[in-house]
C-alpha cells in the first residue's frame, strides 16, 4: 500500500518539477521584479517601488495596450473567419483531400518561424514578389510598399494563427452529428438556416477554442510586429522585448508583462462567462 | 389517381458503382401504414431517404400528391421523417425540439406552444416541455422524435427503424401506440423494419425488400399466406420449402400434421419457442420439413420415423430465388 503510494508520487515528480521550474518560479521572479528598482548601471537593487507600476498606468504605455489589443481582436476576427471555412470544408471532402489539405497545414512547421517571417519580407517588399506579381497582371501601376506597414503586421499574425482555429474547427467538424442537419432539413430548415441553428451550435467548442488559441499568443507576437512592421507598429509584446533588451529596465519589463497577464486572463474569463462554455475542444 | 398520395417510379440509386435500388415503383393510398420489410442493405433506408430528399435518385420519379418533387429540396417536401438514431436536437428542450419546424414556417409564439402541447399530449409525454433530450430515456426520445415530425402535419411520414434500439416490451408498446397515432391523424406512416412479426402486425400493407428490388407488395395476409418468392416465404416466418416434381412450394409449419400423409420423416430436433413446439424432421428423399404445435407437449422422441403431412391447399407454389 504504502509502496504502491510512493509509485503513484514518483510518478508525477516530473510534471511537479517541470511545472514548478518552469512555470511557477519565472512567475514568482517576474512578480516579485515588478516592485524593485532599476539599477543605475545593470540590473535591478532590492528596493521596493510602485513607480513601474505607476509607469504602467500612463497614458503613453495604456495607449499602447490598446493598440495591441485592437491588433489582437482584428487578427481573431479574421482567422476565424477564414480558419471557419478552411476546417470546415476539409472536414467535409474526401479522405483523400483531407490528407492533401493537412499535410498542407503541417509543411510550414517543419521550418522556423522567424526563416518563414523573412520569407514574408521577400514578398511584402517594395518591388518584392507580391507587387511584382501585381504589377505583371496590371492590378496596380507602382509598388504597394507593404512592408513595415499594418497590413502586413495583421497578415503576418493571420499567417501564423490561422492553423490553430483551421485545426480545432476541423476537429469539432469532424465529431458532428450530421444526422441533426438532416433532421433539420427534414423539418423544413433551408441549409442556411440548418447550418445557423444546427452546424454552428454543434461547432462552438472548436470556434472557442480556435479564438482562445487565437487571440491569447497574437498579444505576444512582438517578433511579427518588429520583423514585418518595422519600428512602426509597436505592440506591448515589442515594448517588453525592448525594455529586457536595449532599455535594460527587467523591473518595468516585469510589471508590463504582469499587467499584459492580467489583461489576458481578464478577457479569457470574460469571454468564458460571456458565452458560457464549459468544454472547449482540446483546451481548458 | 383516386387517392394516391404518393408514387414511385421506376426509382434507381447507385453508391459507388454498387446499385442499392434497382429500379423500384410503388403507389401508396392516403392513410395506408406501409411497411418496407427487408433485411439491413437491402435498400429500404435509401428508398425512404429518397422521398425524404435526403438522397436524389439516379432515375426515376417521386411523386407527392400528384406533384412532382423529384428534385425538390428536402425543406420544400411535405413529409417528415423520424430517424433511427432520433436526432434530437442536443442543445434544446423537448419543446424547442418539437418546435422547431414550426418556428422555421414563422408560426407564432402561442401557436407554437399549442401544437406541442398536443403533440406531446398525442405521444403521452405531457409536462416533458423542458427537459432536454440527455434527461429521457430511449422510450421517451422516440416519442420527443414522433412527435417533433407529427407536429407538422405531413402528408407523409416515414419511420426509418423506429423502434429498433428499444427493448421488446417497449418495442410492443410503442407498436401499439404507433398504430393509435396514426389512426389518430389518419397520417400516412411508410415504415421500415427488418422485424417480420413487426411489419404484419402494424402494417395495412408490406413491401417486401431484397437486394434492391421490392420482391413482394401485398396485405399481411397475402404476404405470409401466399408469398411470390422462396425469399419471401422464409424471410417471412420462416416457411417450408418442399420440392417435388420440378415445382417449389411453400408450406406454413403450423399446417404441417403429425401423423398424416404418406411421407416419412425421421425426428432430428424438438424445439419449445414459448407457446410453439417446433419439430424438424428429414424426409426420405433428404429435404427438411419444420412443423410446428400449440403448447409444450409433442409426443415424439428425436429419431422417431413418423409419418407426416399437409393439405394440399396449404402448399403454395413460389419462386426460386434465395433460400
Known amino acids: 500500500m504504502k509502496f504502491k503510494r510512493l509509485y503513484a508520487f514518483l510518478l508525477r515528480v516530473p510534471v511537479y518539477s517541470y511545472t514548478i521550474s518552469f512555470i511557477i518560479i519565472p512567475l514568482i521572479y ?3 521584479l515588478s516592485f ?6 545593470w540590473g535591478y537593487t532590492f528596493d521596493f517601488t510602485l513607480a513601474n507600476y505607476e509607469r504602467v498606468f500612463s497614458s503613453f504605455y495604456m495607449g499602447i495596450f490598446i493598440e495591441s489589443l485592437k491588433l489582437a481582436l482584428i487578427t481573431t476576427t479574421i482567422v476565424l473567419f477564414v480558419g471557419y471555412a478552411y476546417g470546415y470544408f476539409m472536414a467535409r471532402t474526401s479522405d483523400a483531400w483531407k490528407r492533401r489539405l493537412m499535410i498542407l497545414l503541417m509543411i510550414p512547421f517543419w521550418t522556423s518561424g522567424l526563416i518563414r517571417l523573412n520569407g514574408w519580407i521577400i514578398i511584402f517588399r517594395s518591388n518584392g514578389v507580391l507587387d511584382k506579381i501585381l504589377m505583371f497582371f496590371n492590378i496596380i501601376d507602382k509598388p504597394l510598399k507593404l512592408l513595415y506597414s499594418y497590413p502586413a503586421v495583421v497578415i503576418g499574425m493571420i499567417y501564423f494563427l490561422l492553423p490553430f482555429m483551421i485545426l480545432s474547427v476541423f476537429s469539432s ?14 423539418l423544413g430548415a433551408t441549409s442556411f438556416e440548418a447550418f445557423k441553428s444546427i452546424t454552428l451550435v454543434q461547432t462552438m467548442p472548436g470556434i472557442l477554442s480556435g479564438i482562445v488559441l487565437t487571440f491569447v499568443p497574437s498579444m505576444g507576437m512582438f517578433y511579427v510586429a518588429e520583423i514585418l512592421g518595422g ?15 536595449k532599455g535594460r529596465n527587467t523591473p518595468f519589463a516585469a510589471a508590463l508583462s504582469v499587467i499584459l497577464m492580467i489583461l489576458t486572463s481578464i478577457i479569457l474569463s470574460l469571454y468564458k462567462k460571456f458565452t458560457k462554455t464549459s468544454e472547449l475542444e482540446g483546451i481548458l | 389517381m383516386g387517392n394516391v398520395i404518393l408514387q414511385l417510379k421506376d426509382i434507381r440509386k447507385s453508391f459507388d458503382d454498387v446499385e442499392i435500388l434497382k429500379g423500384i415503383s410503388l403507389d401508396i393510398k392516403k392513410g395506408e401504414f406501409i411497411t418496407l420489410l427487408g433485411s439491413s442493405g437491402c435498400g429500404k433506408t435509401t428508398t425512404i431517404r429518397i422521398i425524404a430528399g435526403l438522397e436524389t435518385a439516379d432515375s426515376g420519379k417521386v411523386i407527392l400528391e400528384g406533384k412532382d418533387i423529384t428534385d425538390l429540396e428536402p425543406n420544400k417536401r411535405d413529409v417528415n421523417t423520424v430517424f433511427q438514431n432520433y436526432a434530437l436536437f442536443p442543445n434544446m428542450n423537448v419543446e424547442q425540439n418539437i418546435g422547431y419546424g414550426l418556428k422555421i414556417k414563422k408560426y407564432s409564439k402561442e401557436e407554437i406552444k399549442k401544437e406541442v402541447e398536443e403533440a406531446l399530449r398525442l405521444v403521452q409525454l405531457e409536462g416533458f416541455e423542458k427537459r432536454m433530450p440527455n434527461q429521457l430515456s430511449g422510450g421517451q426520445r422516440q416519442r420527443v422524435a414522433i412527435a417533433r415530425a407529427i407536429v407538422n402535419k405531413p402528408s407523409v411520414l416515414l419511420l426509418d427503424e423506429p423502434l429498433g434500439a428499444l427493448d421488446l416490451v417497449l418495442r410492443r408498446q410503442m407498436q401499439e401506440e404507433l398504430k393509435r397515432i396514426q389512426k389518430t391523424l389518419g397520417i400516412t406512416f411508410i415504415y ?28 399481411p395476409n397475402e404476404i405470409y399466406y401466399n408469398p411470390r418468392t422462396t425469399y419471401v416465404a422464409n424471410f417471412v416466418g420462416s416457411a417450408n420449402i418442399y420440392k417435388k416434381d420440378n415445382k417449389i412450394y411453400a408450406i406454413r409449419s403450423e399446417y404441417v400434421k403429425m401423423n398424416y400423409g404418406n411421407l416419412k420423416g425421421v425426428v432430428l430436433e424438438k424445439s419449445f419457442i414459448g407457446g410453439l413446439s417446433k419439430v424438424k424432421y428429414r424426409l426420405e428423399d433428404g429435404q427438411t420439413i419444420t412443423s410446428s404445435h400449440s403448447g409444450m407437449d409433442v409426443d415424439v422422441k428425436v429419431n422417431d420415423i413418423i409419418n407426416v403431412g399437409w393439405d394440399e391447399i396449404h402448399q403454395v407454389e413460389v419462386i426460386e430465388n434465395e433460400v
Open chain 1, 231 to 245: 519600428n512602426k507598429i509597436v505592440l506591448i509584446s515589442n515594448v517588453i522585448s525592448e525594455q529586457m533588451t
Open chain 1, 36 to 41: 524593485l528598482t532599476k539599477a543605475q548601471t
Open chain 2, 192 to 219: 421500415i423494419t427488418h422485424d417480420q412479426e413487426e411489419a404484419l402486425n402494424m402494417s395495412s400493407r408490406v413491401v417486401v425488400m431484397n437486394k434492391g428490388v421490392f420482391e413482394q407488395i401485398g396485405t
Open chain 1, 30 to 32: 517576474m512578480l516579485v
Open chain 1, 173 to 186: 467538424v469532424e465529431k458532428m452529428d450530421w444526422s441533426l442537419v438532416e433532421a433539420a432539413r427534414d
